[in-house]
C-alpha cells in the first residue's frame, strides 16, 4: 500500500522559515510529478509549487522568491523550503504524487505564521 506522509509544519512569526517534506512509501516502481497544495481555512485548495521527474519546476506567483520545492528520487521524499513566510501562507499543506501512475495525497500538515 503506497502512503505519502507529510512533516515540517508548525507554528512560525512572520520572516521566520520552514522546511516541510513529504516522504513516499510502499512499493514504489514509478515516481512522477510531486507538488505541494495548501488550503486555507474557508478558500480552496490551492497549487503552491511543483517538480517534475525532470526537475522542471513551477510556483503559484504568491511565494515565487520565497519558497523552494525540491525532490530526492533515492529517499521518495520531496520538500518544500519555505522562507521569509508571512500570515497568508497560514494553511494545511498538503502533498500531492503521481506513484505507480496514479495520484497519491498526504493527510496533510499545519503552517501557521502568526506573532
Known amino acids: 500500500q503506497v502512503q505519502l506522509v507529510e512533516s515540517g509544519g508548525g507554528l512560525v512569526q512572520p520572516g521566520g522559515s520552514l522546511r516541510l517534506s513529504c516522504v513516499a512509501s510502499?512499493?514504489?516502481?514509478?515516481?512522477?510529478?510531486l507538488g505541494w497544495y495548501r488550503q486555507a481555512p474557508g478558500k480552496q485548495r490551492e497549487l503552491v509549487a511543483v517538480v517534475t521527474s525532470g526537475g522542471s519546476t513551477n510556483y503559484a506567483d504568491s511565494v515565487k522568491g520565497r519558497f523552494t520545492i525540491s525532490r530526492d528520487d533515492a529517499k521518495n521524499t520531496a520538500y518544500l523550503q519555505m522562507n521569509n513566510l508571512k500570515p497568508e501562507d497560514t494553511a494545511v499543506y498538503y502533498c500531492?504524487?503521481?506513484?505507480?501512475?496514479?495520484?497519491?495525497w498526504g493527510q496533510g500538515t499545519q503552517v501557521t505564521v502568526s506573532s
Open positions: 500531492n504524487a503521481a506513484l505507480n501512475r496514479m495520484l497519491y
Open positions: 510502499g512499493t514504489i516502481f514509478s515516481v512522477g510529478q
